[in-house]
């Protein structure tokens, strides 16, 4: 065997390892015993303390001295770049840290989730600044004296730092700013969809949109938890969902949602299974895939067109008078608190407030005790009204527990790398208004699955965009087709 075969072969043991530590957070978040979160702490930790010595392992070093990469196809080349990028980040990292975080960061989820429930941030403030003196002392060991949030952004967004996302928001918000307040002053307001929905019928319907997005249930299942989210990738890809009986679109969406970051890790060349490359490129890229299939695809006026109708048959007359009033519901700007459930006009304006306050808080310019605060003061800000209670504030989502820091901006690079998608899409596919009309959306994914997916993180976040739509990122597909979709609703 070659040098890059035994590289290879180590490579992808460490990714099978890393697969099974994935599913020990998807049981914990879905199937685990409450009294079980002291063990599965101790359990990841143990699993990290693996990983970690397994990216940082001395031979990495002997086998990549001895490849000769020119020899290497693109995908060979690749593969050594996501190799060494992982070890280089192992060498910096002490283990004992690493498995500090996976340790306290499986606990303290469960502490989130209690505080959630009480409404009581002070309970869960503890464990926070924990995890926030954790994350910043490994900010301190990767960063070499640069920017700890830049350096913890480039797990999630490798080749972008906070400033440049600082510009991209500075270009968004005056106009999504204008038009939220452009449609809530407008005189014609969709109606709002009420009434109670069974959860049985909502999960059933879910399940049929997400086999309508092409999500193959022979290697996925679909479970219930707080926070939707999706877990795996190659042949053993998993989400959840979450219901309402007072608001389905919250069951249809998340899943739909969920099913753009399944279809993802699905549609990549089964080559790349658990290789380095044989995941999506970044987590921009991957939310790229699921606000596409939630917004531009499954909130178009075509695909709710038939929505409608699925729910009519399934849980009889709805409150809307036709498709189209349907297709304004589904639409419809709201205030609200909650980040997940947020239009796609504000949906932006949430994740601007959370960066910030991530930033300084990795910065050391904001202390987890005064976060509550701070957050409230912004939110209020930002969006006019006061935080009520801290499950709707900031205690709503789960991501600063598991120290996810660096991780939101991705939310709102993923809806402009979709902006950009859908511009491309549509060039590309003239007649996907009428196969979304029929609940087919077979042309767009298999266009996204062919442009993009299958090529895993062959390429990095910003070529991976730019090889499937042939055009530069830019924040200016997005905004466009928010302001004429927005528009079109409100004013014509």
């Given at each position: 065997?070659?040098?890059?075969?035994?590289?290879?072969?180590?490579?992808?043991?460490?990714?099978?390892?890393?697969?099974?530590?994935?599913?020990?957070?998807?049981?914990?978040?879905?199937?685990?015993?409450?009294?079980?979160?002291?063990?599965?702490?101790?359990?990841?930790?143990?699993?990290?303390?693996?990983?970690?010595?397994?990216?940082?392992?001395?031979?990495?070093?002997?086998?990549?001295?001895?490849?000769?990469?020119?020899?290497?196809?693109?995908?060979?080349?690749?593969?050594?770049?996501?190799?060494?990028?992982?070890?280089?980040?192992?060498?910096?990292?002490?283990?004992?840290?690493?498995?500090?975080?996976?340790?306290?960061?499986?606990?303290?989820?469960?502490?989130?989730?209690?505080?959630?429930?009480?409404?009581?941030?002070?309970?869960?403030?503890?464990?926070?600044?924990?995890?926030?003196?954790?994350?910043?002392?490994?900010?301190?060991?990767?960063?070499?004296?640069?920017?700890?949030?830049?350096?913890?952004?480039?797990?999630?967004?490798?080749?972008?730092?906070?400033?440049?996302?600082?510009?991209?928001?500075?270009?968004?918000?005056?106009?999504?700013?204008?038009?939220?307040?452009?449609?809530?002053?407008?005189?014609?307001?969709?109606?709002?969809?009420?009434?109670?929905?069974?959860?049985?019928?909502?999960?059933?319907?879910?399940?049929?949109?997400?086999?309508?997005?092409?999500?193959?249930?022979?290697?996925?299942?679909?479970?219930?938890?707080?926070?939707?989210?999706?877990?795996?990738?190659?042949?053993?890809?998993?989400?959840?969902?979450?219901?309402?009986?007072?608001?389905?679109?919250?069951?249809?969406?998340?899943?739909?949602?969920?099913?753009?970051?399944?279809?993802?890790?699905?549609?990549?060349?089964?080559?790349?299974?658990?290789?380095?490359?044989?995941?999506?490129?970044?987590?921009?890229?991957?939310?790229?895939?699921?606000?596409?299939?939630?917004?531009?695809?499954?909130?178009?006026?075509?695909?709710?067109?038939?929505?409608?109708?699925?729910?009519?048959?399934?849980?009889?007359?709805?409150?809307?008078?036709?498709?189209?009033?349907?297709?304004?519901?589904?639409?419809?700007?709201?205030?609200?608190?909650?980040?997940?459930?947020?239009?796609?006009?504000?949906?932006?304006?949430?994740?601007?407030?959370?960066?910030?306050?991530?930033?300084?808080?990795?910065?050391?310019?904001?202390?987890?005790a005064d976060l509550e605060t701070a957050w409230n003061e912004r939110f209020a800000a930002d969006f006019g009204y006061a935080v009520d209670k801290a499950s709707n504030g900031v205690l709503q989502d789960v991501h600063w527990s598991v120290g996810l820091f660096g991780y939101f901006p991705t939310y709102a690079l993923g809806n402009i790398y979709a902006g950009c998608l859908y511009d491309a899409l549509q060039s590309d596919v003239p007649e996907l208004d009428k196969q979304l009309g029929q609940g087919d959306s077979s042309a767009a994914t298999t266009w996204l699955s062919d442009k993009l997916q299958r090529?895993?993180?062959?390429?990095?976040?910003?070529?991976?965009?730019?090889?499937?739509?042939?055009?530069?990122?830019?924040?200016?597909?997005?905004?466009?087709?928010?302001?004429?979709?927005?528009?079109?609703?409100?004013?014509?």
């Amino acid at each position: 065997m070659s040098a890059f075969d035994d590289l290879m072969e180590f490579a992808r043991d460490t990714q099978a390892l890393g697969e099974v530590a994935g599913r020990l957070g998807w049981d914990q978040e879905t199937v685990m015993p409450e009294g079980g979160a002291p063990q599965r702490a101790e359990e990841m930790a143990a699993m990290e303390k693996i990983l970690h010595a397994r990216r940082n392992d001395p031979r990495i070093g002997d086998w990549l001295e001895a490849i000769d990469e020119s020899a290497l196809d693109d995908a060979g080349r690749a593969q050594i770049r996501e190799i060494r990028r992982a070890r280089d980040r192992a060498a910096k990292v002490p283990v004992a840290l690493a498995a500090e975080l996976a340790r306290v960061t499986s606990a303290a989820q469960g502490k989130w989730a209690e505080a959630r429930a009480a409404n009581d941030f002070a309970a869960f403030q503890p464990v926070l600044e924990e995890v926030v003196k954790l994350r910043r002392e490994e900010a301190s060991a990767l960063a070499d004296g640069g920017d700890l949030y830049d350096a913890l952004l480039d797990d999630y967004e490798p080749g972008i730092t906070g400033g440049d996302i600082q510009t991209l928001f500075d270009a968004m918000r005056p106009r999504l700013v204008t038009l939220r307040d452009k449609a809530l002053g407008a005189a014609n307001q969709p109606e709002i969809l009420v009434g109670n929905w069974a959860e049985k019928k909502q999960l059933k319907l879910s399940t049929k949109l997400a086999k309508s997005f092409g999500y193959d249930l022979k290697h996925g299942r679909i479970d219930k938890a707080v926070h939707p989210f999706s877990s795996g990738s190659g042949l053993d890809v998993r989400i959840t969902t979450r219901t309402s009986e007072g608001d389905p679109f919250n069951c249809f969406y998340s899943t739909i949602h969920e099913v753009g970051h399944a279809c993802y890790e699905q549609n990549i060349d089964t080559a790349y299974l658990l290789t380095p490359i044989g995941r999506g490129a970044s987590m921009g890229v991957h939310e790229s895939q699921s606000r596409i299939y939630e917004n531009q695809l499954g909130r178009s006026r075509a695909f709710t067109g038939w929505l409608f109708d699925q729910m009519e048959k399934r849980f009889g007359k709805t409150p809307a008078s036709d498709a189209d009033a349907f297709y304004r519901m589904v639409n419809r700007l709201q205030k609200g608190f909650i980040r997940t459930e947020a239009d796609e006009v504000q949906y932006n304006l949430h994740i601007m407030l959370r960066f910030d306050l991530e930033r300084r808080l990795i910065g050391g310019q904001l202390d987890v005790a005064d976060l509550e605060t701070a957050w409230n003061e912004r939110f209020a800000a930002d969006f006019g009204y006061a935080v009520d209670k801290a499950s709707n504030g900031v205690l709503q989502d789960v991501h600063w527990s598991v120290g996810l820091f660096g991780y939101f901006p991705t939310y709102a690079l993923g809806n402009i790398y979709a902006g950009c998608l859908y511009d491309a899409l549509q060039s590309d596919v003239p007649e996907l208004d009428k196969q979304l009309g029929q609940g087919d959306s077979s042309a767009a994914t298999t266009w996204l699955s062919d442009k993009l997916q299958r090529y895993g993180s062959l390429r990095t976040p910003r070529e991976t965009i730019e090889h499937a739509t042939g055009k530069p990122v830019s924040v200016e597909p997005l905004l466009a087709y928010l302001e004429d979709k927005f528009d079109g609703i409100y004013f014509r």
